[in-house]
């Protein structure tokens, strides 16, 4: 059974840093993509960031604050988030994804990890 545990969260002034970490109960190469969502309060999961041997995609909101990296050996993902807002505040989820060249895809979700940012 495959497991994503996340880890770094917490809480931080805005301007702050936080690194999340995803770690994987198996081979991260076994997922075609891995990537970050994210929910706020009282809103819909959103993307956040994801990697995939066709390179790094962020979302806007994100873009030259946050940066997704992986370490193969060590089957994580991690998340280096900086010059945080308090509209970064979300629960905060690992996602890995498996998929196919007939378009169906299959994802597995970590518990998720509380970021928040006060003002």
């Known amino acids: 059974q495959v497991q994503l545990v996340e880890s770094g969260g917490g809480l931080v002034q805005a301007g702050g840093s936080l690194r999340l970490s995803c770690a994987a109960s198996?081979?991260?190469?076994?997922?075609?993509?891995m990537g970050w969502y994210r929910q706020p309060p009282g809103k819909e999961r959103e993307l956040v960031a994801t990697?995939?041997?066709?390179?790094?995609n962020y979302a806007d909101s994100v873009k030259g604050r946050f940066t997704i990296s992986r370490d193969n050996a060590k089957n994580t993902v991690y998340l280096q988030m900086n010059s945080l807002k308090p509209e970064d505040t979300a629960v905060y989820y690992c996602?890995?994804?498996?998929?196919?060249?007939?378009?169906?895809?299959?994802?597995?979700w970590g518990q998720g990890i509380q970021v928040t940012v006060s003002s």
């Open positions: 198996e081979n991260i190469f076994s997922f075609n993509i």
């Open positions: 996602n890995g994804a498996r998929t196919w060249v007939s378009g169906s895809r299959l994802d597995f």
């Open positions: 990697t995939s041997g066709g390179g790094t």
